[in-house]
T-cell receptor, first 116, second 112 residues
Framework: EPEVTQTPSHQVTQMGQEVILRCVPISNHLYFYWYRQILGQKVEFLVSFYNNEISEKSEIFDDQFSVERPDGSNFTLKIRSTKLEDSAMYFC??????????????FGPGTRLTVL | SQQGEEDPQALSIQEGENATMNCSYKTSINNLQWYRQNSGRGLVHLILIRSNEREKHSGRLRVTLDTSKKSSSLLITASRAADTASYFCATDALYGNNRLAFGKGNQVVVIP
């Protein structure tokens, strides 16, 4: 069964460093998302992406964040200058958004980002 | 305001019993989705119920949706130890541009 994959599973970085989190969405999906979950808190929406541009972004997704689909399979989230409060589990998701699927979003296993 | 607010329950049940958890939300929705998360792991999609549906089944899962009360319930029948996890509801708002809004999650522990 096709699934969303994410790398790395765990990333440790120093405050102020740049990180890139990588995702490979399900191959026939066209809509891509990033969410994050701070330990013990709700899963929060960051950004949605379709047709090579951002569809929507939350208030969390400030100028430190960017997303890119550099090729036909990868979808990346970049944090330019990490802060301690960026420590969280980051989830990538994708959906087909056909009439039949009604925007079922399938999530990857997550990347645990630890900022020291 | 937050959508997808589960009753913040921690359920502890014996294997074989049924587990029920609830979710309420605040705005109109296109659909509501339930996810499972094992400790520190990814989110597994369980079931999606559309706003014009009232009940849906998938294996041992039964989901109901009451749009008049803006609430949903997830029933797991004949629970197994492997069902031990956190369960989240997530709403796709009617004019929300497909972002999902998650609740806080219900922790379910199934005792063998």
């Amino acid at each position: 069964e096709p699934e969303v994959t994410q790398t790395p599973s765990h990333q440790v970085t120093q405050m102020g460093q740049e990180v890139i989190l990588r995702c490979v969405p399900i191959s026939n999906h066209l809509y891509f998302y990033w969410y994050r979950q701070i330990l013990g808190q709700k899963v929060e929406f960051l950004v949605s992406f379709y047709n090579n541009e951002i569809s929507e972004k939350s208030e969390i997704f400030d100028d430190q964040f960017s997303v890119e689909r550099p090729d036909g399979s990868n979808f990346t989230l970049k944090i330019r200058s990490t802060k301690l409060e960026d420590s969280a589990m980051y989830f990538c998701a994708s959906s087909a958004r056909t009439i039949a699927s009604y925007n079922e979003q399938f999530f990857g296993p997550g990347t645990r980002l630890t900022v020291l | 305001s937050q959508q997808g607010e589960e009753d913040p329950q921690a359920l502890s049940i014996q294997e074989g019993e049924n587990a029920t958890m609830n979710c309420s939300y605040k705005t109109s929705i296109n659909n509501l989705q339930w996810y499972r998360q094992n400790s520190g792991r990814g989110l597994v999609h369980l079931i999606l119920i559309r706003s014009n549906e009232r009940e849906k089944h998938s294996g041992r899962l039964r989901v109901t949706l009451d749009t008049s009360k803006k609430s949903s319930s997830l029933l797991i029948t004949a629970s197994r130890a492997a069902d031990t996890a956190s369960y989240f509801c997530a709403t796709d708002a009617l004019y929300g541009n497909n972002r999902l809004a998650f609740g806080k999650g219900n922790q379910v522990v199934v005792i063998p």
